[in-house]
């Protein structure tokens, strides 16, 4: 069965400090990929989607996330966060087998 | 403009029992699709509505079952309800698919 899997579960940072956060998945056909956040008190939102063409992909708030088929992978990156970025992150794959799969999430905690 | 409304936001319910949960989408949205989020998880998909009909389904028994109606909400019912029904439910409206999925805030079943 497909999966999805973000290793890390809480993030902790510093303001200004590079971001990482790890997705991969476990389906070799045709996928649409994903991120989406959850700021607290507010309801999930799309941060940006891969669906062919460049693989690297830009979304809002400087957010940007790299899709390396070879590597199952499709990681959201930032060069520098801030306090207000503090939210749970999430990845979701979409294939026509298995529909739409959400990993667990990345809580991102940010120190002022 | 409203986003996508669910209600209640909050349910208690006993083993057994029978739940309806109700979800109106953005408006413009003719796509519906409902999710369950246990805690500490990401969203799983149940199933979707399009055109008044069951498009897309997850990986859940028929106790689950939906409906939308010719204004594009929808309802999730659950029957037959077990402990671990419990989780908060999550509806997102789409214009197509999984595109772009906006969400609800949810309503929190506790299954006693």
């Known amino acids: 069965a497909q999966s999805v899997s973000q290793h890390n579960h809480h993030v902790i940072l510093s303001e200004a400090a590079s971001l990482e956060l790890g997705c991969n998945y476990s389906?070799?056909?045709?996928?649409?990929l994903f991120w989406y956040v959850q700021y607290p008190g507010q309801h999930l939102q799309l941060l940006l989607k891969y669906f062919s063409g460049d693989p690297l992909v830009k979304g809002i708030k400087g957010f940007e996330a790299e899709f390396i088929k070879s590597k199952f992978s499709f990681n959201l990156r930032k060069p520098s966060v801030q306090w207000s970025d503090t939210a749970e992150y999430f990845c979701?794959?979409?294939?026509?087998?298995?529909?739409?799969?959400f990993g667990s999430g990345t809580r991102l905690s940010i120190r002022p | 403009d409203a986003g996508v409304t669910q209600s209640p936001t909050h349910l208690i319910k006993t083993r057994g029992q029978q739940v309806t949960l109700r979800c109106s989408p953005k408006?413009?949205?003719?796509?519906v699709s409902w999710y369950q989020q246990a805690l500490g998880q990401g969203p799983q998909f149940i199933f979707q509505y399009y055109e008044e009909e069951e498009r897309q389904r997850g990986n859940f028994p028929d106790r689950f079952s939906g409906h939308q109606f010719p204004n594009y909400s929808s309802e999730l019912n659950v029957n037959a309800l077990l402990l671990g029904d419990s989780a908060l439910y999550l509806c997102a409206s789409s214009v197509r698919d999984f595109e772009k999925l906006f969400f609800g805030s949810g309503t929190q079943l506790s299954v006693l």
């Open positions: 408006s413009g949205h003719d796509t």
């Open positions: 979701a794959v979409y294939s026509s087998a298995s529909k739409i799969i």
């Open positions: 389906y070799g056909g045709t996928v649409n």
